[in-house]
């Protein structure tokens, strides 16, 4: 997301902060409330570092998975963990 930016000469911290206010604080927290907002600040935020510190989508996928299927999975795992007989 903030390479285009970092291309064009702006510092990777800047481009970063940028895209964390535009797409995460004001994007989300208009369309979902002020928390969504700021919790998706921090994710576009780092995402934004991983893609342009790196220039590859693998760093920014596995970060994803993390964020977003693993508390999932997590649950459902103990759920079966809790409800397996004995």
């Known amino acids: 997301l ?5 291309l064009g000469g702006s510092p990777v911290l800047g481009s970063a902060s940028l895209i964390a206010l535009t797409a ?10 002020l928390l969504n907002g700021l919790l998706c600040a921090e994710f576009y935020w780092t995402v934004s570092l991983m893609f342009g510190l790196s220039n590859s989508v693998l760093p920014v996928g596995i970060y994803h998975h993390l964020m977003y299927s693993m508390p999932t999975f997590v649950t459902r795992y103990q759920l079966a ?4 007989p004995s």
Do not use: F, K, R, S
Request: hydrophobic residues 55%; negative net charge; without cysteine.
């Open 2 to 6: 903030a390479a285009p930016l970092t």
């Open 81 to 84: 963990v809790d409800e397996a």
């Open 24 to 33: 995460g604080l004001l994007n989300h927290a208009l369309a979902n409330g």
